[in-house]
C-alpha cells in the first residue's frame, strides 16, 4: 500500500510538472506573438514597405497580435479594433523614439568598400588603405542615419572581404530602400586629381543619386558631379543603389580631409539631409 501511494504521487508530481512545462510554452509562444507599440504615431500599411498606403497611425501602448513576419516588417492586428496591416518592426519596437519620423521606416544598407585583403586605394604616402576610410566612414553614417530610427544595415562591419556578387544579396534580400556603397578614389599619378563623385546605373536609382548629388555639394572638396557606371554593386541589383567616390586617396589635399573625423562627420550628415528628402519622396508613391 504504501509503495502505490508513493508512486501515484511521483506520478502526480511528473505530470503536475508537465503540465506546468506545457502552460509556460503556450505563454512564451502567445508572449512571442503579441506586440505593443512604443513610440507615437506609427504607421499602420497595406503592406510590408514604405510604398504601401498608410491607413492610419497607432498610438503608444497600442497591443497587436503578430500575424506574419516578412523581411523585418510585421503583418499585424488590433487587439482592440477588427483592424489588420503592416508595421516596421523595428519601429514599433523602439525605445529610443519618441515620435516615428518620416526616416524611420526605411531600411537602409552600407556597403564600405574594400576590407581584409583587398585593401583598396593607398594614401600618397603608401601607408594607409582606403577599407579603413571605407568603413569609418560607413560606421559614423550608419550612426547618424539610426538617430532618425531608421534600419541600417552594413554589408561588412569588420576588415573581412565580401565577394562583391554577394553585395547586394542584403539590399535584395532585406528589401532596402537603398543601398549606399563607400569608396575613396585614386587617380594614375599622385595629386592629378581631387574631388568626389557619384555613380548609378539602373534607372530606378536616378533619383538617389541626384538627392545624394545636390546634398554633397556642402563638402569641402570639389563635387565632380554623377554619371552612370556598370560596378557590379550597384548594376546586378533591383533596390536603387549608388557608389560614392568621397575623394582621391593620393591627393595631398583630398587625403588630409579623407583621414579626419570631422569630414567623415560632414559626409555622414549630409547624406542623413539626402536620404530625409528621398524617402520622403518615395513614401506612398
Not at 88 to 97: F, G, I, P, Y
Not at 124 to 141: C, F, P, Q, R
Not at 235 to 247: C, F, N, Q
Amino acid at each position: 500500500m504504501l509503495r502505490w501511494f508513493t508512486n501515484n504521487r511521483i506520478g502526480l508530481t511528473v505530470t503536475g510538472s508537465f503540465l506546468l512545462l506545457v502552460c509556460v510554452l503556450i505563454t512564451s509562444l502567445l508572449n512571442q506573438n503579441q506586440l505593443t507599440t512604443r513610440p507615437d504615431q506609427v504607421p499602420l500599411r497595406t503592406g510590408p514597405g514604405i510604398s504601401y498606403a498608410q491607413t492610419t497611425s497607432l498610438k503608444s501602448g497600442t497591443k497587436l497580435v503578430v500575424l506574419e513576419k516578412k523581411h523585418g516588417w510585421w503583418k499585424v492586428k488590433r487587439g482592440d479594433k477588427n483592424q489588420s496591416g503592416w508595421v516596421a518592426s523595428w519601429v514599433a519596437n523602439n525605445t529610443h523614439l519618441k515620435t516615428v519620423q518620416s526616416m524611420s521606416e526605411a531600411t537602409i544598407v552600407l556597403d564600405p568598400g574594400h576590407g581584409g585583403s583587398d585593401t583598396g586605394a593607398l594614401s600618397i604616402d603608401g601607408k594607409h588603405y582606403e577599407k579603413n576610410y571605407t568603413l569609418a566612414t560607413a560606421t559614423v553614417t550608419k550612426k547618424v542615419l539610426e538617430s532618425t530610427g531608421a534600419r541600417v544595415l552594413m554589408v561588412r562591419s569588420t576588415d573581412v572581404v565580401v565577394p562583391l556578387l554577394h553585395i547586394p544579396r542584403m539590399a535584395e534580400s532585406e528589401k532596402a530602400d537603398a543601398q549606399i556603397s563607400f569608396h575613396f578614389d585614386s587617380s594614375d599619378s599622385n595629386n592629378s586629381a581631387s574631388g568626389i563623385s557619384q555613380y548609378y546605373y539602373n534607372e530606378n536609382s536616378r533619383p538617389l543619386v541626384q538627392v545624394l548629388n545636390e546634398h554633397l555639394n556642402n563638402l569641402p572638396l570639389e563635387n565632380r558631379g554623377y554619371e552612370t557606371m556598370p560596378y557590379l554593386v550597384i548594376k546586378d541589383i533591383s533596390r536603387p543603389a549608388v557608389l560614392l567616390e568621397l575623394g582621391f586617396m593620393n591627393s595631398k589635399k583630398d587625403f588630409s580631409y579623407i583621414q579626419k573625423e570631422s569630414y567623415q562627420e560632414k559626409i555622414a550628415d549630409d547624406i542623413k539631409a539626402a536620404m530625409i528628402q528621398y524617402i520622403d519622396s518615395i513614401r506612398n508613391k
